[in-house]
């Protein structure tokens, strides 16, 4: 059995191929998929260091190549250095300044709150409408970890996984698992067959441009100055940009159930801004679609909570979203 180093050690190892001569003790940021560390250098000033462990550790290399030639308007923080060590990858940025959206937002006047949507929007259109060059489409196209089984590969290709036959293969090897409903995933595997009609392709550069495919207010940085930025790209990938919008209106119904209002007014200002992104056929049925994989991914990866369990229910009875969580071009 192949023993894991602890982040101390990883960020040690990384430590010196990324030559970082830290002036004080790193401090840890809280990541769910890599390491990730504020950093004062001694020679590079305030800069962000994360550390892929686990899984597809080629995604970090992927998000660096795309910051590397993203649209002007799609602000994101600077690059100064990616590599692998070992079994370990790694990407230097340059400290952003600001705080998460999902942490300042209930803190924002309202002019703010709208200011931070406009320019999300802005940058989603340029993101969404961009032709990345053919070695870049190639470079993300190409998944080269192949882990031993079948099931680790489909957790560790992307969030939410399509095409339809992945998420069809999870909910059945899920449904087999200790801890999990079998009911309810077999009913999820056969709902995501029925509604397979209503995908639109995905990893397909022809049919539409690169998606964040992650975006949530914690991957946003709002900056004093007032200036959104964008974090994160290690799960792009092509697709509708309806896909791009999953994430939120997962986040708006648990928000609809809980009398709060953040995502249910992110999505409602949104859609002025970009409404392409609201447009095209069924979006209800293929909102219905996405979440059904993203959560069935989710039950897996994590351990399986009585919420998890209960929006699987909810998307597999058709009674998600909650009413109100989402504009109502969405739920037609």
Not at 39 to 62: K, N, Y
Not at 207 to 231: P, V
């Amino acid at each position: 059995m192949t023993t894991i180093p602890p982040p101390s050690a990883r960020f040690d190892q990384v430590r010196v191929t990324a030559g970082l001569r830290p002036a004080k003790p790193p401090r840890r940021i809280l990541s769910h998929s890599n390491d990730t560390w504020a950093v004062r250098d001694e020679r590079l000033g305030e800069v962000v260091l994360r550390v892929s462990w686990r899984g597809d550790t080629a995604r970090i290399g992927r998000e660096i190549a795309v910051a590397a030639q993203l649209p002007a308007e799609v602000r994101y923080p600077e690059v100064l250095g990616h590599g692998v060590t070992g079994e370990l990858a790694y990407s230097l940025t340059r400290l952003a300044p600001g705080r998460s959206l999902a942490e300042c937002w209930p803190h924002l006047p309202a002019g703010q709150r709208r200011s931070a949507v406009s320019q999300l929007a802005a940058m989603l259109q340029a993101l969404h409408r961009w032709t990345p060059p053919p070695e870049l489409t190639d470079l993300l196209l190409a998944r080269p970890y192949q882990p031993p089984d079948r099931i680790t590969a489909l957790l560790g290709a992307d969030l939410t996984p399509l095409p339809i036959d992945r998420a069809v293969e999870l909910a059945r090897y899920a449904a087999g698992q200790p801890e999990q409903d079998p009911g309810l995933l077999r009913a999820a595997a056969e709902l995501l067959v029925q509604l397979a009609p209503a995908d639109q392709p995905v990893d397909d550069p022809a049919a539409h441009g690169l998606i964040h495919g992650d975006l949530q207010l914690g991957n946003l940085l709002w900056s004093e100055q007032g200036e959104l930025t964008m974090l994160d790209f290690e799960w792009t990938r092509f697709g509708p940009p309806l896909l791009d919008l999953q994430r939120l209106c997962d986040h708006a119904d648990t928000d609809a159930l809980t009398g709060v209002d953040t995502h249910p007014a992110v999505l409602r200002w949104l859609e002025p801004d970009y409404p392409a992104a609201f447009t095209g056929p069924h979006p209800a049925t293929r909102l219905r679609l996405y979440g059904l994989a993203y959560t069935v991914r989710d039950l897996l990866v994590n351990p399986p909570d009585q919420d998890r369990q209960s929006r699987l229910r909810r998307l597999v009875d058709n009674t998600w979203p909650a009413p109100g969580a989402l504009p109502e071009s969405l739920t037609r």
